[in-house]
């Protein structure tokens, strides 16, 4: 089960990158495997460190998905985006 973890988090940098993704934060530990595959990324582990980034680098202009398991709490970061 872990490998296919993996696979589909590297699958997913692939789509970011063929779909012209500029940026994007990733966030997690089983997120290092879309690294391999879209280097356009910031990696950042728990939301709130998410939320400490978007405080200091608003996005502006942009559209933004947040996407997550429920267990990741990216409701965090929904007051900073």
């Known amino acids: 089960m872990e490998g296919e973890t993996e696979a589909e988090h590297r699958k997913l940098g692939s789509i970011l990158r063929e779909k012209g993704i500029g940026h994007a934060y990733l966030c997690g530990p089983l997120?290092?495997?879309?690294?391999?595959?879209?280097p356009q990324e910031s990696s950042l582990p728990p939301a709130i460190a998410l939320a400490?980034?978007?405080k200091k680098n608003p996005i502006t202009n942009s559209l933004?998905?947040?996407k997550a398991s429920r267990g990741?709490?990216?409701e965090k970061i929904v007051d900073f985006i």
Request: proline residues 0%.
């Open 31 to 38: 997120i290092a495997s879309a690294c391999e595959t879209f």
């Open 52 to 54: 400490e980034e978007l």
């Open 64 to 66: 933004i998905l947040v």
């Open 72 to 74: 990741m709490a990216m």
